[in-house]
């Protein structure tokens, strides 16, 4: 059996923690060995920053009046239209108008609740948007 | 429960788990051999599915699969219950694993555990955990993918239990109740080598290595796509998926390999086991090359030549198609 290297590279993503992977040992078992990746680190860093990047474009969206501030909460929760809809109990047609500033405009309390629930934030957090500040 | 507990660090949260679980009723089960048992292994490339924009990728079978089928296969009793009342789910966790001392399988959401690193809370619901004790209002937990024992307060861990939107767990607890006296592992092992052989050479288009293929192609085409920022997320997306929570570069292949050497004791087909291991630790191997060359791809956007990543995978699932056309004559 081939031997595999062990990758023993550092993972900040993983706060000081390394995961398991099995391999074959000199004699051919298989057995548990720690490892750190930084091929892990790069794609989990990427996943993270595209969120904090799309969070900053839609503050931006906010401020000229396009988007709505559940838009901003949803990607500060690293959501995607599908999983908020699925998480709150709206269909996704319904989500995406809610997304957009004009709708949001006009949502009663009972729906800003629903969303203000899934955010861990108040409604006033919604209709007091200050900006993520 | 506390004191006797012995905590272990696995590659994979639900065979984790389950091995943890079976070994601790009395059926010792490892992770390679509950994961080889359920025909986890897998790969499922759906991309009318989207995840954060980006089409499904799977590299192992669907959440659940190791608890469902672990009781079929094996003939071993599971308690599963889900809950509609937040009260009584913590209500029967405290019970099992503080007045009947007893190792209890939990579906939780990562997003909502608050021992998990800041860049790893992505919404996944269903991550599988151990809890083994209780003391005050703090949980005491075996989170399978981590070196020691963790925490949580009873809250936090409700939260993380009752997660809505795709696999919600519901509260999801399971435990093993009853273990069968003798087990025919020979003809176990066969069926379910078999199974899991089949379903990778499947005719289906997005499943198996035909699914890998088609993958490929689409890698291919990314060549012509102007957006960079597209193409980098779409990259690292496709390593994500494969290093998802509990596995590292194509760690579900080295996982089965293990499985395989393991099922050697079993009175099967000893070479064929060997060929077929050699051949699924070099795809894993392959697959982590892979993962290499996407990141490469994704850092250096302006050189980006996704033919040669999409090599990669192709040489994979020629590897997994010959591994598998054996297994499947077990």
Known sequence: MKQIEIPQEENKTLNGHQKVMYAPNTNGEFQTFNYGSNIEEYATKLAVEEYEILQKECLENIKNNTSSPIEFYMYKNRMDIPTLASVVGFFQFRVKRHLKAKNFRKLNDKILQKYSDVFGITIDDLKGFNYGK | MENSFKHNQFAHCESGVVSTLLTNYGLPISEPMAFGITHSLTFFYFPLIKLNNMPLIAYREVPKNIIKNIDKRLGVKIYKKQYKNMVEANNELTRLVQDENKLVGLQTSVYYLPYMPEDMRFHFNAHNLLVYGK????????????????????????????????????????????????????????????????????????????????????????????????????????????????????????????????????????????????????????????????????????????????????????????????????
């Open chain 2, 135 to 330: 003391e005050n209002d703090e949980y005491l937990i075996s989170d399978p993918v981590f070196e020691d024992v963790v925490r949580a307060k009873e809250n936090k861990l409700t939260i993380a239990r009752f997660a809505k939107g795709v696999f919600a767990p519901k509260g999801f607890l399971y435990y093993p109740q009853s273990i069968p006296k003798n087990i025919d592992y020979e003809n176990i092992l066969k069926k379910s080598i078999k199974k899991n052989a089949k379903s990778m050479t499947t005719p289906f288009p997005f499943a198996g290595v035909k699914g890998m293929k088609k993958l490929a192609n689409a890698i291919e085409k990314i060549q012509n796509n102007n957006d960079e920022r597209y193409v980098k997320n779409y990259l690292t997306h496709i390593v994500r998926m494969q290093e998802e929570i509990g596995t590292g570069g194509g760690g579900f292949r080295f996982l089965y390999s293990a499985f395989l050497q393991e099922a050697k004791q079993y009175n099967l087909d000893n070479n064929k086991l060997q060929t077929a291991s050699e051949l699924i630790t070099q795809s894993g191997d392959i697959l982590r090359e892979f993962a290499l060359k996407c990141v490469m791809g994704a850092k250096n956007i302006d050189r980006l030549n996704s033919q040669e990543i999409a090599k990669s995978l192709v040489e994979a699932s020629k590897i997994e198609e010959e591994a598998f056309k054996i297994l499947k004559t077990i």
